[in-house]
């Protein structure tokens, strides 16, 4: 069997357990988007082709859109337990993916509280470790769903970034500086673009996402995303 698949594998059992859960979340809305499935980590053989409108979706991108590398991005929220229950298995893929591709999660923008985690994500992206720090928050703030003061948010975010070794004198103000402004803008311009309206969505080349439908849990949803990834390269 497939290294990669090997890789993955041990992941199948415990995402098949989220395969008939209501998918996506988006905290604007009065409740859940409702999908079929959760996606799975699940990996099989990659057999035929997969369908637009079936399995993936084509995105309004464009070439600005593109990097060098192949981006497989993830549209995630640190308060979204569907995401929470995806992130072992994104972990996993990015472990696997060749080398002109690239795994890039992208924290999605809604409202004040989704902005603010969105800077936190970003804040940590600009330190040493940052995937050591982007684990510990996404635990930190899950815990915090039922939190509605954003102070307290705050307070444990900088808990975290305290805990490895970060000045937190000033958490606020890096919140705010220009360089998180940006990234925030950005990522609200691909949300736009991209028709992101859920979580986890996973978007290909800044060209296809991949729909959350039983089609998809069926094929692996992995396998759909590597698909798109060689019609990328075939496209380029």
């Given at each position: 069997?497939?290294?990669?698949?090997?890789?993955?594998?041990?992941?199948?059992?415990?995402?098949?357990?989220?395969?008939?859960?209501?998918?996506?979340?988006?905290?604007?809305?009065?409740?859940?988007?409702?999908?079929?499935?959760?996606?799975?980590?699940?990996?099989?053989?990659?057999?035929?082709?997969?369908?637009?409108?079936?399995?993936?979706?084509?995105?309004?991108?464009?070439?600005?859109?593109?990097?060098?590398?192949i981006q497989v991005q993830e549209f995630f929220w640190y308060g979204c337990h569907h995401c929470e229950a995806f992130e072992p298995a994104v972990l996993a893929y990015k472990k696997t993916i060749a080398s002109d591709v690239e795994l890039v999660q992208?924290?999605?923008?809604?409202?004040?509280p989704t902005a603010l985690h969105a800077s936190i994500f970003y804040?940590?992206?600009?330190?040493?470790?940052?995937?050591?720090?982007?684990?510990?928050?996404?635990?930190?703030?899950?815990?915090?769903r039922k939190e509605g003061n954003p102070d307290i948010h705050i307070q444990e975010a900088a808990k975290v970034f305290a805990s490895h070794g970060l000045d937190t004198d000033n958490f606020k103000d890096q919140l705010q500086s220009t360089e998180i402004q940006a990234e925030l803008a950005n990522s609200?311009?691909?949300?736009k673009s991209f028709e992101i309206s859920g979580t986890p969505t996973v978007v290909v080349d800044g060209s296809w996402a991949v729909l959350n439908a039983a089609e998809v849990s069926s094929a692996g949803f992995f396998n759909v995303v590597d698909f798109l990834v060689e019609k990328a390269r075939a496209d380029r």
């Open positions: 069997m497939n290294i990669r698949y090997l890789l993955i594998a041990g992941l199948a059992l415990a995402a098949a357990l989220f395969a008939f859960i209501k998918f996506g979340h988006n905290p604007s809305a009065e409740s859940d988007k409702v999908g079929t499935t959760t996606p799975t980590a699940e990996m099989q053989s990659v057999a035929g082709d997969y369908s637009e409108g079936v399995h993936y979706r084509a995105v309004k991108g464009s070439d600005a859109n593109k990097a060098n590398k992208i924290p999605v923008i809604w409202n004040e804040l940590a992206q600009s330190k040493n470790a940052p995937d050591e720090i982007h684990a510990d928050l996404f635990r930190t703030i899950m815990s915090l609200q311009q691909l949300m």
